[in-house]
């Protein structure tokens, strides 16, 4: 089963446009992580934000956590051609064992 | 220094063939996971390993898949008689701390097709 629900399903915007993607997740958690995975790739963490956080930055990355709404975004700016990946939301399991991943969104980012 | 490294990178067997999928986590890492990920899904969880012991195997999908981590270190993952529905990429991750309380380093996976 997956916890996490990734929206849009996929994207495709112009380099230097801002693409943001939308997590949704069911239970309470201790912290959500975003990954991405290039194509025929292993997934790359990108960033670790605890659920007593509101807001992180890492570079380009900007995630937002709303553990009322239970959803998280990440948000990159100035967006690249090598920013084509597929990213996904990781949250803890219901037990807090393995992280749980959601399915992903596909961003094509155009030159 | 190395990360995650998964042995072979592609692996074809015939319907009912054994597999064995090997990993070497990065040295020290204390916490190993292995998952599974289909065409276009996210990963989904096997199995989980801190040090030697498998302390969660709750996502295996049936008693043909079992994994082993004898020395706290390399660990394989075998499926005996390997059905269709197991085609995928199977992907190895570690971590420093225990479970999900850092991030995780993922290898590039192995491709699994089962003809």
């Known amino acids: 089963s997956q916890q996490g629900e990734e929206d849009p399903q996929a994207l495709s915007i112009q380099e230097g446009e801002n693409a943001t993607m939308n997590c949704s997740y069911k239970?309470?958690?201790?912290?959500l992580q975003w990954y991405r995975q290039n194509s025929g790739r292993g997934l790359v963490h990108l960033i670790l934000?605890?659920?007593?956080?509101r807001e992180k930055h890492s570079g380009r990355l900007r995630v937002t956590l709303d553990t009322s709404k239970k959803s998280s975004s990440l948000l990159i700016t100035a967006s690249r051609a090598a920013d084509t990946a597929s990213y996904f939301c990781?949250?803890?399991?219901?037990?807090?064992?393995?992280?749980?991943f959601g399915k992903g969104t596909t961003l094509s980012v155009s030159s | 220094g190395a990360g995650v490294s998964q042995s072979p990178r592609y692996k074809v067997a015939k319907r009912g063939q054994d597999v064995a999928l090997r990993c070497d986590p990065i040295?020290?890492?204390?916490?190993l996971f292995w998952y599974q990920q289909a065409l276009g899904q996210g990963p989904e969880f096997l199995t989980y390993?801190?040090?030697?012991?498998?302390?969660?195997k709750s996502g295996l999908p049936s008693d043909r898949f079992f994994a082993e981590r004898p020395e706290g270190s390399v660990s394989t993952l075998k499926i005996q008689r390997t059905q269709q529905e197991d085609s995928a990429v199977y992907l190895c991750?570690?971590?420093?701390?225990?479970?999900?309380?850092?991030?995780?380093?993922f290898g590039n996976g192995t491709r699994l097709t089962v003809t």
């Open positions: 991750a570690s971590s420093l701390r225990r479970r999900n309380n850092s991030p995780l380093h």
């Open positions: 239970t309470s958690i201790n912290n």
């Open positions: 934000i605890r659920s007593n956080e």
């Open positions: 990781a949250t803890d399991g219901q037990a807090g064992t393995a992280l749980i």
């Open positions: 040295s020290g890492h204390v916490s």
């Open positions: 390993f801190q040090n030697e012991a498998q302390l969660d």
